[in-house]
């Protein structure tokens, strides 16, 4: 069946590192993708997004990379900030005619260290 | 604020009662999502509609739950007798346009079912 999943449940990093989140999905028709930032308490907060003819976007100091050919979606973040911990969820947009819906992996904490 | 608002943002009811949530979009959005998240888990889509219609139903919309969005704007989710496994949030989303765009989240409504 479909799905969208994470490989690792947390990640610590030193503030002022580089932080990588990666995903995985399983739908090879998806062609849409976005990554959500959530803190405790509070919905997801868009991040960035990538439409499957791309393989990079970047935005301020975030970038996505995809390979549609392993299936594989990563976040990068430069120079992360403690502002930075919550949980970061992937999310597959799967539309078929007029229907939309998003599919989310289980999601990664973030935990900055400082 | 301009953005999704929800409410209420908790409520704490008995098994067996009546719950009512409101989602208002962002003005002009055209679609809204109803998800709902468990503790640990990313959201799972609900329900979707393009301006008033319904258009996709998860199987988790048991028949004790029903959403509406009576004039394309502020949408409604109701769940009758409620189980304590109804505790969760409820967010909703939206979104402007026909194709693949950004779904912005609100705050959710956190039920407990006591």
């Known amino acids: 069946g479909e799905s969208v999943g994470l490989h690792l449940p947390t990640l610590s990093v030193q503030e002022g590192d580089n932080s990588i989140i990666n995903c995985a999905y399983s739908?090879?028709?998806?062609?849409?993708f976005i990554w959500y930032k959530q803190e405790s308490g509070k919905g997801p907060q868009f991040i960035i997004d990538?439409?499957?003819?791309?393989d990079k976007r970047q935005g301020q100091r975030v970038t996505v990379l995809l390979n549609k050919t392993v299936k594989h979606l990563s976040l990068q973040i430069a120079a992360t900030q403690p502002g930075d911990s919550a949980v970061y969820f992937c999310?597959?947009?799967?539309?078929?005619?007029?229907?939309?819906?998003?599919?989310f992996g289980k999601g990664i904490t973030l935990s900055v260290r400082p | 604020d301009t953005g999704v608002s929800q409410d209420p943002r908790h409520k704490i009811t008995k098994r067996g009662q009546n719950v009512t949530f409101r989602c208002d979009p962002i003005?002009?959005?055209?679609?809204l999502y109803w998800y709902r998240q468990t503790l640990g888990q990313g959201p799972e889509f609900l329900t979707y509609?393009?301006?008033?219609?319904?258009?996709?139903k998860s199987r988790l919309l048991s028949d004790r739950f029903s959403a509406e969005r009576p004039k394309g704007s502020f949408s409604t989710l109701e769940i009758q007798r409620t189980e304590q496994g109804d505790s969760a949030m409820y967010l909703c989303?939206?979104?402007f346009g026909q194709g693949n765009t950004e779904a912005f989240f609100g705050q959710g409504t956190r039920l407990t079912v006591v």
């Open positions: 990538i439409r499957s003819n791309m």
């Open positions: 509609f393009q301006n008033e219609a319904q258009l996709e």
């Open positions: 989303a939206s979104s």
């Open positions: 999310a597959e947009n799967s539309e078929t005619g007029a229907n939309s819906k998003l599919t």
């Open positions: 003005s002009e959005h055209n679609r």
């Open positions: 739908n090879s028709a998806s062609d849409y």
